[in-house]
């Protein structure tokens, strides 16, 4: 199978299962993707999605170019579950965990994701250019997070830069031996999924639509749900018994 879903605890990982062809993306790897997140979202048992890719070479080398040369279908990222190709916002925090190298369309997928962890062996980049393609699945939106400058000279160059570079950018969270990527994602979605689901929902929206021009009031208005919510009335009380809190998500 191209995709591999274990859940472990609140923690879903994904697999991206393709390790003969550096884990590329093709049509039936991005829907299996697509479908592991639309049943991750449904699924009240899981707090957090981690995102990884078999072996220690590569998290993702991108489109499968040999497949897409062959006449092979394109990636379609409009299935359901690929909001992390889309402006729709994910409702549940996603973690990668690159234990190899992530370049074009898989430092896109990366970067999609809402935080990394990777490998201090690993490269990264977006070489569309040099096969005349663009880096539209999310490279597009990398002056949204660095300075224009900065992310220009990544995708009109189209060179590859190392782990620490793309920890200097603030682009990952964490970079760490290769043999520990996938152990500190976990351990990170985790710690992240014994919060609130309510208010990690919430949260996360918006953390990445403020960054878009929501007025105060937007914030406000959003946010209010969470102050009402059962499960903030839950967080206080377990709080003053000293117990962990029950969330119910509502």
């Known amino acids: 199978m191209s995709v591999l879903i274990d859940q472990r605890d609140a923690v879903l990982v994904i697999t991206i299962n393709r390790p003969e062809v550096r884990n590329a993306l093709d049509a039936e790897t991005m829907a299996g993707i697509g479908e592991a997140l639309v049943a991750a979202e449904a699924d009240d048992s899981v ?15 991108g489109m499968d170019l040999r497949a897409f040369a062959a ?3 394109m990636v379609d990222k409009s299935r359901p579950g690929l909001e992390v190709f889309t402006d729709r916002v994910y409702p549940k925090p996603i973690i990668c965990a690159a234990g190899g190298t992530a370049v074009a369309g898989g430092f896109e997928l990366l970067l999609a994701c ?22 539209a699945g999310g490279g597009t939106r990398l002056p949204r ?7 220009l000279e990544l995708g009109l160059t189209g ?10 950018l603030g ?10 990527v996938l152990d500190e994602a976990i351990a990170l979605a ?15 929206q918006l ?13 406000a208005e959003a946010s209010a749900p969470a102050f009402i919510s059962a499960d903030a009335k839950e967080g206080a009380v377990a709080f003053a018994e000293k117990r962990k809190p029950r969330w119910t998500g509502k």
């Open 47 to 61: 707090g957090a999605v981690v995102l990884t890719g078999a072996g220690d070479r590569s998290f993702c080398a």
């Open 71 to 73: 006449g092979g279908q």
């Open 114 to 135: 809402d935080l990394a962890v990777v490998a201090d062996h690993a490269k990264f980049g977006l070489p569309e250019v040099k096969r005349g393609l663009v880096a």
């Open 145 to 151: 997070r660095i300075p224009l400058a900065l992310a």
């Open 159 to 168: 060179e590859i830069v190392s782990a620490q570079r793309v920890l200097e």
């Open 171 to 180: 682009l990952v969270n964490r970079v760490v031996p290769g043999t520990e």
């Open 190 to 204: 985790a710690t992240i999924a014994e919060n609130g689901p309510l208010a990690l929902r919430i949260t996360k």
């Open 207 to 219: 953390m990445v639509t403020e960054a878009a021009g929501m007025s105060a009031a937007q914030i």
